[in-house]
Nanobody
């Protein structure tokens, strides 16, 4: 079992930046592949980014590639999503997620066992 708590959301103008953090408590953090998903009102939850257990490989949705960066600090039990060049269409609740295996079906929310409560990101035009 691992508990996830997101922080860092807020309101920002288009073109601005935000840094989301997810703190994990419980089992050994480097046992978990970590990911970020987001969900806008009336839309399905969608994959944003993921990082493997070792931190050696990252994955991004096409819509955020080149603008968002995921990283992890295993010593601090934290995963970070740095979001730059934000657009109004990035507005959503952002969720941190975890699972115990790498590679397969990275972008599928049903493959993740643990979720945070979410943090709101709002980008104004």
């Amino acid at each position: 079992q691992v508990q996830l708590v997101e922080s860092g959301g807020g309101l920002v103008q288009a073109g601005g930046s935000l840094r989301l953090s997810c703190a994990a408590a419980g089992r050994t953090f480097n046992n978990y592949l970590m990911a970020w998903f987001r969900q806008a009102p009336g839309k399905a939850r969608e994959f944003v980014a993921a990082i493997t257990r070792s931190g050696g490989r990252t994955y991004y949705a096409d819509s955020v590639k080149g603008r968002f960066t995921i990283s992890r600090e295993n010593a601090k039990n934290t995963v970070v999503l740095q979001m730059n060049s934000l657009k109004p269409e990035d507005t959503a609740i952002y969720y941190c997620a975890a699972r115990t295996y790498d590679y397969a079906a990275i972008g599928s929310p049903t493959e993740y066992d643990y979720w945070g409560q979410g943090t709101q990101v709002t980008v104004s035009s």
